[in-house]
């Protein structure tokens, strides 16, 4: 069964405390792997797209990578701003046009 | 307008009513994609639009649940005969075309008393 699942589901870090947040996947023919972030309330706000082994992305704190059985997260020097859930996805090749979720993991950082 | 828009934000029904939801894309978004997300789960798919029509509704979890899109754009989320576990936020997605990033909406929040 296609199964997304992240760790920690919780993390609390100290401002400008660097850290990673953990997605391992196992899907079948995965054609993308998507990370998002959730503030309350609201819906989730695209931030990466990966599509192959080794392929890395940045944005601003933030440094997706992408192996052939997880990916992570980076979050370098963060700000309290930064705080909300970070939520990955699995997209599959084929017919399916749906992505497959992790639960998430929802980061506090404290001033 | 620029995003993936949804109405109501927010609706509170009784027990054994239906409910409409609705989701306005972004235009020239082929696919469109509803999913539901319940407290202390992750998003759930319900189904998939590619235009006017629906290849994959294999996450509706009930036939009281239904879905269409006309135009290729607007779409109706349906849940008749509405209960309690239905309680939920119900999430609109939009791509460009099957396969391609997925842009979200808001959300309806929506409560079954």
């Known amino acids: 069964e296609d199964q997304v699942t992240q760790s920690p589901e919780a993390l609390r870090l100290q401002e400008g405390e660097s850290s990673s947040l953990n997605c391992s996947y196992t899907?079948?023919?995965?054609?993308?792997l998507f990370w998002y972030r959730q503030d309350p309330g609201k819906g989730p706000e695209f931030l990466f797209t990966?599509?192959?082994a080794g392929e890395e992305k940045e944005k601003e704190r933030l440094k997706a990578t992408l192996t052939k059985k997880e990916s992570f997260l980076h979050i370098t020097a963060p700000k309290p701003e930064d705080s909300a859930t970070y939520l990955c996805?699995?997209?599959?090749?084929?017919?399916?046009?749906?992505?497959?979720f992790g639960k998430g993991t929802k980061l506090s950082v404290k001033p | 307008g620029a995003g993936v828009s949804q109405s109501p934000s927010n609706k509170v029904t009784e027990k054994g009513k239906d409910v409409e939801l609705r989701c306005d894309p972004i235009?020239?978004?082929?696919?469109l994609y509803w999913y539901r997300q319940s407290l202390g789960q992750g998003l759930e798919f319900l189904i998939y639009?590619?235009?006017?029509?629906?290849?994959?509704k294999s996450g509706l979890p009930s036939d009281r649940f239904s879905a269409e899109r006309t135009g290729g754009s607007v779409s109706t989320l349906t849940i008749q005969r509405t209960q309690q576990e239905d309680s939920a936020v119900y999430l609109c997605?939009?791509?460009?075309?099957?396969?391609?990033?997925?842009?979200f909406g808001p959300g309806t929040r929506l409560t079954v008393l």
């Open positions: 996805a699995a997209s599959r090749g084929g017919s399916q046009g749906n992505l497959i």
């Open positions: 899907v079948s023919g995965l054609r993308g």
């Open positions: 990966l599509y192959s």
């Open positions: 235009s020239g978004h082929t696919a």
């Open positions: 639009f590619q235009g006017n029509s629906a290849p994959d």
């Open positions: 997605a939009n791509s460009f075309s099957r396969g391609d990033t997925q842009y």
